[in-house]
């Protein structure tokens, strides 16, 4: 469990740099460094790269290291639209296995991840909304879904970070939140034609930051 952890650790830690812009698109990354600088043997940071390699975040180059996959912004958009009709489907789909005990939980995470925390990083934005959007996802009980979705929305802010970086608007954090109420209160009300819209206005959203 320890080791299972560490690797989790070490992982978030990495991506939260990549988020950061603490990498060059071209800067090569490699174990040695990472071990140095995490205090931690070679297991978890390799087991780290190769789960970013995965997601299309990272590739390994031999007798190289790792380095940034580059992507346009047109792939970026791509995802947001990949999200708007993958989502809102399975919102629509499996709006009957929502139960009330699954809104409940959602607010209150929700709530965990927006009181309280640094509204200026962007991580932390980051970390609110993926959070937020995959739970929602877990309450279908597809493993597949749950899975792309993650991987797009772990690609999605890295691409974000790469381009949109020193765009970066802080009030954007309060506008997630009061979007998310919003689809909640939607929710709860069993309001599902809203619900859909509002939560395809929340994806949408992220292209006019």
Not at 29 to 42: C, D, F, P, Q
Not at 62 to 70: F, H, K, M, S
Not at 176 to 182: G, L, M, N
């Amino acid at each position: 469990m320890a080791e299972k952890n560490l690797r989790i650790k070490v992982y978030e830690n990495i991506k939260k740099d990549l988020i950061r812009g603490k990498y060059n698109i071209y800067d090569r990354i490699n174990e040695k460094e990472l071990m140095a600088k995490y205090e931690v043997s070679k297991a978890p940071i390799r087991d780290a790269l190769i789960e970013l390699c995965n997601e299309g975040v990272l590739k390994s180059v031999p007798r190289y290291g790792y380095t940034i996959v580059q992507y346009s912004d047109e792939y970026l958009k791509s995802i947001i639209q990949f999200r708007e009709v993958v989502e809102i489907e399975y919102l629509k789909k499996y709006w009957d296995r929502i139960q009330l005990e699954d809104i409940q939980n959602l607010e209150e995470l929700h709530h965990s991840t927006t009181s309280d925390v640094d509204k200026s990083q962007i991580e932390n934005y980051w970390k609110a909304n993926q959070d937020f959007h995959l739970k929602l996802a877990s309450f279908y009980h597809d493993e597949f879904f749950y899975e792309t979705l993650k991987t797009a929305m772990t690609k999605q802010m890295i691409i974000f970070a790469q381009f949109y970086w020193n765009h970066w608007d802080k009030s954007v954090f309060n506008l997630y939140s009061h979007q998310h109420d919003s689809l909640i209160e939607l929710l709860k009300n069993g309001d599902k034609e809203k619900a859909e819209k509002e939560l395809k206005r929340d994806i949408q959203s992220f292209m006019q930051l």
